[in-house]
């Protein structure tokens, strides 16, 4: 018989799952163009989940559900309050786009967001290697379909081949490497892979063999380099509101699954998954900031950006375990969590300003597009300098603070290694620079093109949203001892409960 706890931990995904349901049955009877009421219950849905993930994660609880096959933690819950957010600005900032391109002919787009948000929660709160994939296939197989909702548009189509292809790809790699780990242990539940390994008592080789394809999997999902191949060509070929769908919110519940199968699963192996991120992260900074360079479009360059802000997120994990004392660790993984937190909002920010621009047959994605913007709005203008400036690392916005606690968390690593990995996060920023500085320029400098119409108009949701946006990323960066705090002591949980 199922307790009350098993329910309690999974009181969210209930209510986003019936919600989810409810709105695709409304949806039927819907014929305005806009979707008014799909757009309303969606949104409030996703105010109801924050609210309660929200006052679940201040309770400070850990509760266990369905024999330990998920959990209710601080940081399963924040990050959930956080995703449920994220994917409230995506509808917010992506209803408008996708009305004027014909793609709510039905509530597809609100549903399925709402779908892949389920497979995010569960990736967040698994606790068992299946429950986690399955949130993983549920996530991905939503994102396929968000990324092909503009059926009549080829390039679209081929983005969501590509995603599709490889994005089985390196599900297989992880499957592949789960099992492995399966076989060593014995076991699928995440605490009991972590007795096991800490006891020795189990093959070393065939582990390890299992963690390459488990890293590799995970790699994928976060954008790393070498499986970085899909992002440029899905996140350019995606309808942009899509690509903010796949790119921020989906970012949050990879990050937690690589705490849930490396930290709370793997950790006595982190001499050799550390490695392994390593090599991934000097890779990711160096591929993602040259080739963002030579980019002409801005959906490109920020998909490469992508790929460097991800080699930045895995100097933070790899510093957690320094000689196998965990002293470090939760500062370390404190600093990720913040990290990938403020990356997405940063990201919502700058794809926002990208729709708001984009009208009904002119996309407004490449960089010399956004020229001249400061003199058609120095609002809008305003808004995409923050966010350009958050992603460069400029004080005294967010992002400065987010690449200041990853380095803080290398040098007190307190390794010649982390020293030269801080040194080149330092040197791969001020590459980074240039090209997030010439969208700036651009927008300042450049003359407004003939074929750009001077008005931009905006729906009041968004105008109210965007200008949030940029005002939490000002007033994070001046004050992120807050955020930073709940972070920290929501890695606290998460290591605490490797002892029980």
Known sequence: MIDALSWFAVYPEIILLVMACVIALVDLGVRDRGRKLSYVLSLLTLAWVAIVTGSHALGGETVYG?????????????????????????????????????????????????????????????????????????????????????????????????????????????????????????????????????????????????????????????????????????????????????????????????????????????????????????????????????????????????????????LALLAGVVGGDKVNAQSAYGAAMFYVVTYVLTTLAVFGVIMLLAREGFESEEIVDLAGLNQRSPLYAGVMAVGMFSLAGVPPLVGFYAKLSVIDALLSAQGNEYLYLALFAVLASLIGAFYYLRVVKVMYFDPVPAHVSPAIEATQDVRVVLGLNAILLLALGLLPGGLMTLCSQSMASVLKSLAS
């Open 66 to 314: 369905f024999g330990k096959m998920v959990v209710s933690d601080p940081m399963g819950n924040w990050l959930k309050c956080f995703a449920s957010l994220t994917l409230m600005a995506t509808l917010v900032y992506g209803r408008p786009y996708v009305a004027d391109r014909d793609m709510l002919r039905g509530g597809e787009f609100f549903t399925l967001g709402l779908f892949s948000l389920l497979g995010a929660f569960l990736m967040i709160s698994g606790r068992n290697f299946l429950v986690l994939y399955m949130g993983l296939e549920m996530m991905t197989l939503s994102s396929y379909a968000l990324v092909a909702l503009r059926r009549d548009h080829a390039t679209a189509t081929e983005a969501a081949m590509k995603y599709f292809v490889l994005g089985a790809l390196a599900s297989g790699f992880l499957l592949y490497g789960l099992s492995m780990i399966y076989g060593a242990t014995g076991s699928l539940d995440v605490g009991e892979v972590f007795k096991a390994i800490a006891s020795r008592e189990v093959k070393h080789q065939v582990l390890v063999f299992g963690l390459v394809f488990v890293v590799a999997g995970l790699a994928f999902k976060l954008g790393a380099v070498p499986f970085h191949m899909w992002l440029p060509d899905v996140y350019h070929g995606a309808p942009t509101a899509a690509t903010l769908a796949i790119g921020a919110a989906p970012q949050l519940a990879a990050f937690a699954m690589v705490i849930r199968i490396l930290v709370q699963g793997l950790m006595p192996l982190a001499i050799d998954w550390q490695q392994m991120l390593g090599v991934l992260a000097v890779a990711s900074l160096l591929v993602g900031n040259l080739a963002a360079v030579a980019q002409t479009n801005l959906k490109r360059m920020l998909a490469f950006s992508t790929i460097a802000q991800m080699g930045f997120l895995l």
